[in-house]
Structures are given as C-alpha cells and as structure tokens.
C-alpha cells in the first residue's frame, strides 16, 4: 500500500510540475515573442519617418530599441543583406542572414526565430520588410541568457522540490497504509481469540471506518449464528443423552435382575420381549436423530414426483384406521379432487403419520381426527385436527422444538422422544412449505402444512422414524 501510494501521488506531483514548467517556458517565449514585436513597430515607425534620409546614422541610441530593455537588438539590412544600420556590437554576436534568407520572408514579416550566437547565447530573433522605395529589412534580436538563467535555476529548485516530495510522499504512505490496517489488524486479533469457548465475542465497530463496518457487522452475525449452532448442537447432545440413559438403563436394570437367581424359561422370556421393546425404542430413536442430522445438512435432492394429494390421505389414513378403531377414535378423510403437488412421497406420508399419530395419543375415546387437503394461492395445505385435549397456549410455541414434551407425567410421554413433530416440521421446511398450529385447551389442536404446489428443493434419502 505504502509503494502504490508513493507511485500514484509521485506521478500526479511530477506531472503538475511537469505543466507548470511547460507553461512557465511557454509564457516567457510569448512575452519576449510579443516584446519583439512591439520594437519591431517603433523601429518600423522610426525608420519610416519624414525626412531621414536612407542611410543615416541610428536613431536607437547606439543601444537598444526600448528603454527597459537593454537586452534587444536591432539592424537595418537591405535586399543583398549588407547591414545598413545596427546595434554596436549586434554583428559580433549574430551572423547577418544571407540574402536568400531574406528574399523567403514574407511581406507580412516573419516570425520568430530561436538561434544560438557565436559564443553559444540563446537569442530571438524577428524579421520583416520595410515599405520604401528600396527594398530594405528590419531585424530585431533579443538576447535570452537571462531567460536560460532563471528557468536554469527554477529547473534546479524543481528537483529539490521532487526530491522531497518523494520522501514525504513515502512517509505520508506508510502513515496512511498503517493507519488503514490498523482496524484490520483489529479484527484479525479479535477473530484469532475466538474459538469453540468464546464464541460470546464479537468484533467492536466503534471507530471503525464506514467499509470495515459493514464487514465487522457481518462477520459477528456470522458469529451469532455460530454461537446458536453450537449451543443448539450442545442442548441436542444433553437431549440425546438424556433419552437414551432411560431405556439403558431399564435394559440393564431387567438384565441384572435376570442374572440375580436361576428363572424358569418363561421368565427369562418376558425378560428378554422387554429388553425387546428397548431396544426396538432406541433403535426408533437413532433413526429419528439420523433423519434430522441428515435434515439440517440437506445434501440431496428431494425424491419429487407429481403426487394426488387425496390418495395418500387416503393411503396415510387406511394405515391408522385400525388403530383408531381400537381407540375408539373417528378417522375422516376430506379432500378436493385433482389436487396435485410435486412432493417427495416417503417423507410427506411420513409427516401426515407422524401427526395422525400423536392426534390419535391424545384424542380420547368417542372423538374424531380430521384429515383434509386444499388448495388457495400459497400452495397445497393439508390439515390434521383433532378433538383431544388440546395443548395450552405458553407450550404453542414449543411444540416443534426437539425434545420438547408438553406433561413427562403423561403415560405416553414416557414412549413418546418429542421428535415427531420437529420431524414434520423438518419435511415441511426442507419442500419449501411451512407448519402452522392452532389449539385450545379442551376443544383439540390443528396443524396445517402448507406445501408449494411446485417448487425446487434437496433432501437426503431419510428412513421412516
């Protein structure tokens, strides 16, 4: 950073001294040009005078044209170029112009002309005709040493000036370059501290210019989301490791006191269905971890198919129906005919299971649970009510959580992981849809899932919980 800064504001120095150079050299050209110039129409007008005879002596003085300027020459010259009249000193110093010179000035006069004396001086020079019966010549010369000198010197005092300007421009550089890191070297010292036991940090944006705090900003939202992955993924491990220790622990409790005295062969084979039932429980509760670990990362895509909604209602409903009946619970089925959506079969008669199932938990005898399908312009929604007890507001919000499980006291809760609805909620969210749940207490519940009609999504290819 210190050297681009250094290369760019160099270069803009050198190119301003650069034109101002140029227009210094080019502004005192056009002065001595336009001075010439002026002297060249006294000394026309003098020589033009009445009444002096061709020839005569100068009437410059000896010396020069105008009075401020010693420096200017003059000499009067005739078509051959022999010097008719001229400044002491003048042919010394310039070589008289060859006649062929002369005869290529135009009647309007010439322009000016940079020539080097015999000594090696700079001089300008201007030439024109005189109007006269003879054809004569009028040559004015300015000597430009004094010029050379001080754009000599103002050429020496440029590089002074470039040379220091280098060096400042190299420490203004590295001040600036060290100053613009500094907030970078800021948020890299912060970011190197943070790890997996202090993702509570976040980077400072006070002071921080208006381009790093957009940055600051988005690496800590970045951090929050960390933060909430970890503490999600440190409460699911508590959560797994408490649901398993239960059923361990009755299979080892049942094993121990099986091994605790000889038993007839009929004990040992209620021991061995319970142990049965564990593991089948555990066994049910690795598949449903799996089936949301493979959820959150969604690496595949979603088996979609074009799918009649109202045939696997039907599909989903003629499964539980049996259980119901043993429940004494009404199972019915409303539908709109036609009802279409490309949706993944497998996990969508997943979800509407899951959710038949816990309504049919809680749904005492006598009741009813409700299966419908229809469409309205956010997609298709399918909708399982039921007339059970209902769940009380303060838990609503709750219920799709992992794990979460509204009474432990209740006798289902205890077979019951509180993973079926956040698996229905996981399905849903990964085709694009949402849930939505509705209950009062005593009067039932009603969860809606509301699915786009047609819409891209990936998934894994997930085993029934």
Same mark, same amino acid.
């Given at each position: 950073?210190?050297?681009?800064?250094?290369?760019?504001?160099?270069?803009?120095?050198?190119?301003?001294?650069?034109?101002?150079?140029?227009?210094?050299?080019?502004?005192?050209?056009?002065?001595?040009?336009?001075?010439?110039?002026?002297?060249?129409?006294?000394?026309?007008?003098?020589?033009?005078?009445?009444?002096?005879?061709?020839?005569?002596?100068?009437?410059?003085?000896?010396?020069?044209?105008?009075?401020?300027?010693?420096?200017?020459?003059?000499?009067?010259?005739?078509?051959?170029?022999?010097?008719?009249?001229? $400044?002491? !000193?003048?042919?010394?110093?310039?070589?008289?112009?060859?006649?062929?010179?002369?005869?290529?000035?135009?009647?309007?006069?010439? $322009?000016?002309?940079?020539? /080097?004396?015999?000594?090696?001086?700079?001089?300008?020079?201007?030439?024109?005709?005189?109007?006269?019966?003879?054809?004569?010549?009028?040559?004015?010369?300015?000597?430009?040493?004094?010029?050379?000198?001080?754009?000599?010197?103002?050429?020496?005092?440029?590089?002074?000036?470039?040379?220091?300007?280098?060096?400042?421009?190299?420490?203004?550089?590295?001040?600036?370059?060290?100053?613009?890191?500094?907030?970078?070297?800021?948020?890299?010292?912060?970011?190197?501290?943070?790890?997996?036991?202090?993702?509570?940090?976040?980077?400072?944006?006070? !002071?921080?210019?208006?381009?790093?705090?957009?940055?600051?900003?988005?690496?800590?939202?970045?951090?929050?989301?960390?933060?909430?992955?970890?503490?999600?993924?440190?409460?699911?491990?508590?959560?797994?490791?408490? @649901?398993?220790?239960?059923?361990?622990?009755?299979?080892?409790?049942?094993?121990?006191?099986?091994?605790?005295?000889?038993?007839?062969?009929?004990?040992?084979?209620?021991?061995?269905?319970?142990?049965?039932?564990?593991?089948?429980?555990?066994?049910?509760?690795?598949? $449903?971890?799996?089936?949301?670990?493979?959820?959150?990362?969604?690496?595949?895509? /979603?088996?979609?198919?074009?799918?009649?909604?109202?045939?696997?209602?039907?599909?989903?409903?003629?499964?539980?129906?049996?259980?119901?009946?043993?429940?004494?619970?009404?199972?019915?089925?409303?539908?709109?005919?036609?009802?279409?959506? @490309?949706?993944?079969?497998?996990?969508?008669?997943?979800?509407?299971?899951?959710?038949?199932?816990?309504?049919?938990?809680? $749904?005492?005898?006598?009741?009813?649970?409700?299966?419908?399908?229809?469409?309205?312009?956010?997609?298709?929604?399918?909708?399982?009510?039921?007339?059970?007890?209902?769940?009380?507001?303060?838990?609503?919000?709750?219920?799709?959580?992992?794990?979460?499980?509204?009474?432990?006291?209740?006798?289902?809760?205890?077979?019951?992981?509180?993973?079926?609805?956040?698996?229905?909620?996981?399905?849903?969210?990964?085709?694009?849809?949402?849930?939505?749940?509705?209950?009062?207490?005593?009067?039932?519940?009603?969860?809606?899932?509301?699915?786009?009609?047609?819409?891209?999504?990936?998934?894994?290819?997930?085993?029934?919980?």
């Amino acid at each position: 950073m210190t050297v681009w800064y250094v290369l760019s504001a160099f270069a803009l120095i050198m190119v301003a001294t650069g034109l101002l150079y140029w227009v210094l050299v080019n502004g005192m050209y056009r002065e001595d040009l336009h001075d010439l110039k002026d002297n060249l129409e006294n000394a026309s007008l003098l020589l033009g005078a009445p009444g002096r005879p061709h020839g005569a002596a100068s009437p410059f003085g000896a010396s020069r044209v105008r009075g401020h300027r010693p420096d200017i020459y003059v000499r009067v010259l005739d078509s051959n170029g022999r010097v008719l009249i001229a $400044t002491p !000193g003048l042919s010394k110093q310039l070589p008289v112009p060859t006649k062929a010179e002369l005869a290529a000035i135009p009647a309007s006069g010439g $322009t000016g002309r940079q020539i /080097l004396s015999r000594q090696g001086e700079p001089f300008l020079t201007l030439i024109a005709p005189i109007a006269g019966a003879q054809p004569r010549f009028l040559e004015i010369a300015l000597d430009r040493a004094h010029d050379e000198f001080l754009l000599a010197r103002y050429r020496e005092r440029l590089w002074v000036v470039l040379g220091v300007s280098l060096v400042l421009c190299a420490i203004v550089g590295f001040l600036i370059a060290q100053g613009g890191m500094r907030p970078i070297e800021r948020i890299s010292r912060t970011a190197g501290r943070i790890g997996a036991t202090t993702l509570h940090e976040r980077i400072s944006t006070d !002071g921080l210019p208006r381009e790093l705090r957009g940055l600051a900003e988005t690496f800590n939202s970045m951090l929050d989301r960390l933060e909430q992955s970890f503490a999600h993924i440190s409460q699911f491990s508590d959560d797994v490791a408490h @649901e398993l220790r239960t059923p361990i622990n009755n299979l080892r409790g049942e094993i121990e006191v099986a091994l605790g005295k000889r038993r007839s062969a009929e004990e040992y084979r209620d021991v061995l269905g319970s142990c049965f039932e564990e593991c089948t429980r555990i066994a049910r509760l690795i598949r $449903t971890l799996l089936f949301l670990a493979r959820s959150d990362t969604a690496a595949d895509a /979603l088996q979609r198919e074009p799918l009649e909604v109202g045939e696997e209602l039907a599909t989903v409903g003629a499964f539980y129906e049996a259980a119901a009946g043993e429940g004494g619970v009404r199972l019915r089925l409303e539908s709109a005919p036609g009802l279409r959506a @490309e949706l993944d079969r497998t996990l969508l008669q997943q979800a509407i299971g899951n959710l038949i199932s816990n309504a049919l938990a809680h $749904t005492p005898p006598g009741g009813a649970v409700e299966l419908s399908a229809r469409a309205n312009g956010q997609g298709i929604v399918i909708t399982v009510a039921d007339s059970g007890c209902g769940i009380a507001p303060q838990h609503l919000p709750h219920v799709f959580e992992r794990f979460y499980r509204i009474e432990q006291s209740r006798p289902s809760s205890q077979q019951n992981a509180g993973l079926g609805l956040a698996v229905v909620k996981s399905i849903v969210s990964r085709h694009g849809g949402r849930v939505e749940i509705e209950s009062r207490v005593g009067e039932g519940t009603q969860v809606r899932l509301i699915f786009p009609a047609s819409a891209p999504g990936t998934s894994e290819e997930l085993t029934k919980s």
